[in-house]
């Protein structure tokens, strides 16, 4: 995709998810959708992708890492790192599935992205935040019990943009 303003491929994201979960998945879920179409927009720059770091302050690549990551921190930072871990494999799982066997490192080969996503979803939808998030809590619990069909519909959503490549997003989103 050529370079376009966020607001552009925020808007070119909303219209195929919501098009692609309420339509073809049935998922009428507005809260849920707005924040597949965040997380699409957000994964495009690679620092968002790897912005997890560990204490020298090298991006985390791994989600095993993560994992231990998160264990060393409390409160919003721990859920911080469990709602990217969530992100993280909601994101490769359904948006680049081909793409998990050549990323797994041999300290991830073990690691279910799909069962780790659901459990870090769930762990961040516990922990209390600082900020009013109330919302995002139940996002969280609802990506938690929908990982799966979450990645289902993330596929989806690619393969409607690669049936678009080429076509100028600006116009794309009025007509999905």
């Given amino acids: 995709m050529a370079s376009y303003h966020p607001s552009v491929l925020r808007r070119y994201f909303a219209g195929i998810a919501e098009n692609t979960f309420q339509t073809q998945l049935g998922v009428a ?8 179409a965040d997380l699409l927009t957000r994964f495009i720059r690679s620092e968002a992708i790897f912005r997890i770091r560990s204490l020298a302050g090298r991006p985390i690549r791994e989600v095993g890492e993560m994992l231990v990551e998160a264990q060393a921190r409390v409160g919003t930072a721990k859920r911080d790192v ?3 871990i969530g992100d993280y494999t909601l994101f490769w799982t359904g ?3 081909e ?4 990323m797994k490192s041999s300290r991830d080969q073990l ?8 459990r870090s979803y769930w762990i961040a939808s516990t ?3 600082e900020t009013p998030e109330a919302a995002a809590s139940e996002i969280l619990e609802r990506l938690s019990r929908q990982f799966d069909l979450c990645a289902y519909g993330l596929r989806e959503v690619r393969r409607v943009w690669e049936e678009r490549e080429g076509e100028d997003p600006e116009q794309t989103f009025l007509i999905c």
Avoid: M, N, T
């Fill in 29 to 36: 879920d507005p809260p849920l959708i707005d924040y597949i």
């Fill in 82 to 84: 469990h709602r990217h």
């Fill in 95 to 97: 948006v680049y599935p």
């Fill in 99 to 102: 793409a998990l066997q050549r």
């Fill in 111 to 118: 690691v279910d992205y799909g069962a780790e996503g659901k």
């Fill in 127 to 129: 922990i209390e935040s």
